[in-house]
């Protein structure tokens, strides 16, 4: 079993109570728009990170992390992209995605809209934590962690980190 901890949308912010949850996970899960180097490294102290830059982040962090980034997580096939959308309104990238890979979890971030829906369509998960950052139009944020235990994804949970 694999405890993920998933964020998106730092924008060059990172604080303890975020590295304290990292703490508790195997992995964290980032959804680009970093924002800098220092959250990368601040959290790869802690756990390792799996990610995709977003559309604010540098070259450097475009050198670190794909666009779109296609893993298996215990049997769990993954598929991330910053801007991707959700079920019925994915962007162009997300739907040749998804038809190509099939995955079983879609993750995006990008609207800093939380977001935990069921794609019955393409049979998947969707996830977008929110935004964890101080940067944007959220007034909380937001970040999930989860369980993956063989094939199986559960034990979701929305963690608020108080307003911005």
């Not at 109570?17 to 220092?38: P, Q, T």
């Not at 604010?56 to 049997?75: G, H, M, N, Q, W």
């Amino acid at each position: 079993m694999k405890r993920i901890l998933l964020l998106s949308d730092t924008h060059s912010y990172i604080d303890d109570r975020i590295l304290d949850y990292a703490k508790d996970a195997d992995e964290v899960w980032h959804c680009g728009d970093f924002g800098n180097m220092k959250v990368i490294e601040e959290l790869e102290k802690i756990k390792p990170i799996r990610g995709v830059y977003g559309n604010i982040d540098e070259a450097k962090i475009r050198t670190i992390f794909p666009e779109v980034l296609s893993f298996k997580c215990e049997e769990v096939d993954v598929l991330m992209i910053h801007i991707g959308g959700y079920p019925e309104r994915y962007s162009a990238l997300a739907k040749e995605e998804i038809v190509k890979k099939k995955p079983k979890l879609f993750i995006s971030g990008h609207s800093h809209i939380l977001k935990a829906m069921y794609d019955k369509r393409n049979n998947l998960l969707h996830l977008n934590p929110g935004a964890c950052g101080k940067v944007g139009w959220h007034k909380v944020r937001t970040m999930m962690r989860f369980n993956i235990d063989k094939e199986e994804i559960k034990d979701l949970e929305v963690i608020e980190l108080g307003s911005k």
